[in-house]
């Protein structure tokens, strides 16, 4: 009858081990994030060689709108219709948002210092607009890898390989 007994005590004794280490060794992502501080993450690394193309805070809290864009190797311009009905306002939460020819969409998005960018999935509304271009718009910002410019720059240029996307404040 003491084995028994004394199997329980040892399970329970290294059940209250593991979470005490879970405890102390928990991940800072896990923690909340203190009122004013910016969580949009942020990745400090940069390739050997590489210049970083400005500061990630640069597009924060800025809503940026379409200029130009194309396809790139060959440099194929990309028209939209209504350019100026094509915006993106980039949070200072990690959340994004903008308008289309036809709807608003948000999502979330991540910088790094060497010019890193990505974009969550999109939500967006569902209005049907004939000829819209929303789908050529979303489809080139979730394709997005990069970004270039300064705070002194009131261009923003988001490109990936195959295309370039130029927006101004």
């Given at each position: 009858?003491?084995?028994?007994?004394?199997?329980?005590?040892?399970?329970?004794?290294?059940?209250a081990l593991v979470l005490l280490f879970a405890?102390?060794?928990?991940?800072?992502?896990?923690?909340?994030?203190?009122?004013?501080?910016?969580?949009?993450?942020?990745?400090?690394?940069?390739?050997?060689?590489?210049?970083?193309?400005?500061?990630?805070?640069?597009?924060?809290?800025?809503?940026?709108?379409?200029?130009?864009?194309?396809?790139?190797?060959?440099?194929?311009?990309?028209?939209?219709?209504?350019?100026?009905?094509?915006?993106?306002?980039?949070?200072?939460?990690?959340?994004?948002?903008?308008?289309?020819?036809?709807?608003?969409?948000?999502?979330?998005?991540?910088?790094?210092?060497?010019?890193?960018?990505?974009?969550?999935?999109?939500?967006?509304?569902?209005?049907?607009?004939?000829?819209?271009?929303?789908?050529?718009?979303?489809?080139?910002?979730?394709?997005?890898?990069?970004y270039q410019g300064e705070s002194q720059m009131?261009?923003?240029?988001?490109?990936?390989?195959?295309?370039?996307?130029?927006?101004?404040?």
């Open positions: 009858m003491k084995q028994p007994l004394t199997t329980v005590g040892i399970l329970i004794v290294l059940g405890t102390v060794f928990k991940s800072n992502n896990d923690l909340p994030i203190p009122e004013g501080e910016n969580p949009v993450v942020v990745n400090p690394k940069l390739p050997a060689g590489s210049t970083p193309p400005g500061s990630p805070g640069f597009i924060q809290g800025v809503t940026f709108q379409w200029i130009e864009g194309m396809f790139l190797p060959a440099r194929t311009p990309i028209e939209f219709k209504n350019p100026k009905a094509f915006t993106i306002t980039f949070g200072m939460d990690g959340k994004v948002s903008g308008t289309t020819d036809c709807n608003s969409f948000s999502g979330d998005y991540q910088v790094g210092s060497d010019g890193a960018i990505t974009f969550g999935p999109f939500m967006s509304t569902k209005m049907y607009c004939d000829g819209s271009q929303e789908a050529e718009f979303l489809n080139m910002l979730a394709k997005v890898a990069r009131n261009v923003l240029i988001l490109e990936s390989e195959e295309m370039m996307m130029v927006l101004a404040k």
